[in-house]
């Protein structure tokens, strides 16, 4: 940079009439949002909940605990203090030049922290490690109280931990430097740029604030995400059944049915070539099935988890026999899928319906018992909260579900964009991963309660004969088909440790496989991209840390190692398949309707 232009940086101050044009633009919106958010208060008084997620009794029963052992938290208190004078003095050893070593650092992975000050000015480093000081001492006196349940001790610590991250100092303006020195040389467009992005934000949310993670005009389902070639060839009320055109002469003789979760849209497993599941199993010669579930709407409230299974399962599988003449398929269900697929498979187990010959669960929960933090949201007064907000509209607004799922991650999915796009005034980048993930859907009213009851709550999937499938008590122990269970190692909505439980639920032969990563990308992670590794052992123990400690470790993608396993369960091979061979005609192009309906 010239000397110029340096002093221009240092001299700029907004242009008066952009600043007018802004400001206006921002009292417009600030102005009807307000007047929006007052006619929906008055419309359902309601909606001000002081206590949706039911936390004032978690920590009220946190304090009388805390109170019986008041020597625990004086000596917790001194330590906070004696950390507190030793940061003091370095932090005077350095403003008088002397090196001084940290008290406390961030931890590995932690990226609040990157901008250099946070290192080099004395006065950011001392705010860099009070906060973090702080934050490790609330966390501890939460964590060692004696006396709690298990649930309110996991409730307290995680929205403890919530707390903690939204104090951070990056989240403020005159405590994050990278803040201020870009309101500095930008004389302060990047404050205007970023109220202008908040207010877009709560308009798309309708009073709700929706943060944009990333440029949702980037994308088009069907154009640039959702792009591998096929057709439409079923419908249900609840689901499109897309079949995709072969790559090879040669096909799998038994086709390959994919399951998705409902609570998201199928393209996770498409969103580009490049990164394609679907695309890469069709490349290796299956004749692949997908079930697209409808966005659904309050016509559909009293679809049931049954509902899914007969309407979406079940039919999928009469469908495919008559687009190829097969009746034996190899199913693959995704999270929820999964769990779906789990118990539609016990259920055929039950009255002899032998059609799907092996299973492969992509981090599937069967075993509720250890889910992790998201029952946090699990209990039986939030679960009549939701019961009472979707008794109004029929469904489970799938933005609601979202907001859940950001805050097991808060400081990458929602602080992270909150000083990104509201503080540093910027435009989210395009990514086709965070586009799906914005892209939610609705869950019916019934469905969505029989599961949070009967899988998250109580935990009956596991249990011989605890849930029914018209009218059948079902037992995971019947299925006793191959089975391949994919986990990932940091997965925070399906903890990994919890779903290799169903490992012991199966009576077949069950393969345990463990990829590194998170529960998409851990997943989504093609051979070619030579990312991350896996972990396999050929028997799995009663605990899954004796597992992981005699798992052999291997480079690369799980996908090498699954079509392994699933080509020795193909039937042979047959001539390629197209859409519209069989007794099923093509009803439209894929992706079809079904996942092109949108919430906003």
């Not at 206006?24 to 600030?30: D, G, L, M, N, V």
């Not at 991250?165 to 303006?173: H, K, R, V």
């Not at 005159?174 to 205007?192: A, D, Q, W, Y």
């Not at 779903?499 to 990563?517: D, H, I």
């Amino acid at each position: 940079m010239s000397d110029q232009q340096a002093i221009e940086t240092e001299n700029k101050h907004p242009d008066p009439e952009k600043l007018s044009a802004a400001m206006a633009e921002i009292a417009e919106k600030s102005q009807r949002l307000v007047s929006e958010f007052l006619a929906k208060q008055a419309e359902d008084p309601e909606i001000s909940d002081p206590d949706p997620l039911n936390i004032g009794s978690a920590f009220a029963e946190l304090t009388t605990h805390m109170m019986q052992n008041p020597v625990r938290l004086v000596e917790a208190q001194m330590e906070l203090w004696q950390q507190y004078y030793t940061l003091w003095h370095n932090t005077t050893l350095r403003m008088m030049g002397e090196e001084a070593e940290p008290v406390v650092s961030p931890q590995k992975g932690d990226r609040r922290f990157r901008d250099e000050a946070w290192e080099n000015n004395e006065l950011f480093d001392f705010i860099k490690q009070s906060y973090l000081l702080s934050s490790q001492w609330m966390q501890n006196v939460v964590h060692d109280v004696d006396g709690l349940d298990d649930k309110t001790a996991q409730k307290v610590e995680f929205y403890t931990r919530q707390f903690v991250d939204a104090i951070s100092p990056t989240n403020f303006l005159m405590t994050n430097p990278e803040v201020i020195r870009t309101t500095i040389e930008s004389g302060g467009e990047n404050l205007l740029k970023g109220l202008q992005n908040l207010l877009e934000d709560l308009e798309r949310g309708k009073g709700k604030l929706q943060i944009r993670m990333t440029d949702l005009d980037a994308f088009k389902v069907g154009e640039n995400v959702a792009t591998t070639e096929g057709s439409v060839v079923g419908k249900t009320p609840l689901m499109e059944l897309l079949q995709y055109k072969p790559s090879t002469d040669k096909v799998a003789k038994r086709p390959l049915v994919i399951v998705p979760p409902w609570i998201n849209k199928y393209y996770i497993l498409d969103l580009r070539p490049e990164n394609s599941f679907i695309k890469w199993a069709v490349d290796q010669g299956h004749t692949v099935f997908v079930l697209s579930w409808v966005n659904p709407d309050s016509e559909l409230a009293e679809k049931s988890f049954e509902d899914y299974a007969k309407e979406g399962v079940l039919a999928a599988l009469d469908m495919i026999e008559q687009a190829t003449g097969e009746k034996e398929v190899n199913a693959i269900g995704y999270c929820l899928g999964g769990t779906l697929l789990a118990s539609t498979l016990a259920y055929m187990a039950k009255t002899g319906d032998d059609r799907v010959k092996s299973a492969t669960f992509l981090t599937t929960l069967t075993d509720f018992e250890k889910s992790g933090e998201l029952s946090v949201f699990v209990d039986d007064e939030q679960i009549k909260s939701l019961e009472h907000k979707m008794s109004k509209e029929g469904y489970l607004d799938g933005r609601d579900m979202s907001m859940s799922f950001n805050m097991l991650r808060a400081n990458d999915l929602i602080w992270s964009f909150v000083v990104s796009n509201y503080m540093l005034g910027k435009d989210p980048f395009p990514f086709d991963l965070l586009y799906w993930n914005s892209d939610s859907t609705r869950m019916p009213k019934a469905m969505h309660s029989f599961y949070l009851r009967n899988m998250y709550n109580k935990n009956l999937l596991r249990e011989p004969g605890g849930i029914k499938i018209f009218g059948e008590p079902i037992d995971l122990r019947d299925i006793k088909i191959p089975v391949y269970f994919l986990s990932t190692r940091e997965d925070h909505i399906a903890p990994w440790q919890a779903t290799y439980a169903g490992t012991q639920l199966m009576s077949g032969q069950v393969k345990f496989v463990l990829s590194a990563s998170g529960h998409i990308a851990g997943v989504v992670n093609p051979p070619a991209a030579k990312k991350y590794c896996y972990w396999t052992y050929n028997r799995n123990p009663a605990n899954p840390e004796d597992w992981m400690a005699k798992a052999a470790q291997h480079e690369g993608s799980w996908w090498t190692d699954w079509q392994n396993w699933v080509g020795r369960r193909a039937g042979g091979k047959v001539d390629a398949r197209k859409p519209g061979d069989g007794k099923l005609k093509v009803i439209g192009p894929a992706p079809g309707e079904y996942v092109k309906v949108s919430l906003s």
